[in-house]
């Protein structure tokens, strides 16, 4: 096992001068209206406290994800000859996380937040199993329900009802839970008889809903939730902020990939920035919003981590 190093959680990576090339973040971050503090207080849920000795619910140790891309160079007339017309075969490695390691106790709603191309979905694929890390080692405690690419996994020819029904029976539930379970969804997601009319027919948003409705149904240990808090219209969304309220003050841990920055700071009490693949800083929500807000506004070149 690959044994954690101990920082101060409000402290970097080891570099503190950023590399060149800042990402264009124009329009990435939506920030939603300002809510008083009274009214943050009020809608936050009061943090689960870990029992001491108690193991953290999601261990991220030193992680590293890199993807492997290979092209093919267009031959020369002379080597297609002499290599029978075969081209030359290159790799490229894309480090998509660099070395990234936290923890996150029980009862921790943790929110990541970083421009497009930071890696955090993929860090969560990672975390929820579907992609297993190059090097490093991901221990989770508890049965994880994840929201990483709303509609993934339907099958468009069958009903929600149908789709509902068999992802319920492939997560271990009994044929009674799962029509339990149905009966739910259906009333959560609110889209009346297309409940039964095959999935290909619904609109993004419908399928949003039934997927962000299924989500949250299955009890989790864990949630994974990325960019879903913009599932439907208004009226839903407020529906899917007070049930995630609800999951917070029973699951074991939340985690959610917004660029909605008033999302995170309203519904999150731990936070993680990450840049490039890297963990920027793990501190508070207003803390690591109040340090991404400031380097998007400076720029790569001029930030330094002293600034903070």
Known sequence: MISLSASDRSTSVSETKLEPGVQDATGAVQDSPPVDEAEKSRRKTPKQTPLPGEPPTVSVQDVTIVYRTTFEKVPTFKSAIVRLGRGERAVREVEAVNHVSFDVPRGTSLGIIGANGAGKSTLMRSIAGVLPPTSGRIEVRGKISSLLALGVGFNG????????????????????QVEERAREVAEFAEIGEFMDLPMRTYSSGMYQRLAFSVSVHMDPDILLIDEALSAGDASFKVKASEKMSELMSSSRAMFLVSHSLGSIEQMCDDCIWMHKGKLMMHDSPERCISAYTKFLKVGEDAFTLDDL
Request: glycine share 20%; proline share 0%; no cysteine.
């Open 157 to 176: 020819l069958l009903s929600g009802r149908e789709n509902v029904i068999l992802g319920g029976l492939a997560a271990g539930l009994s044929r009674d």
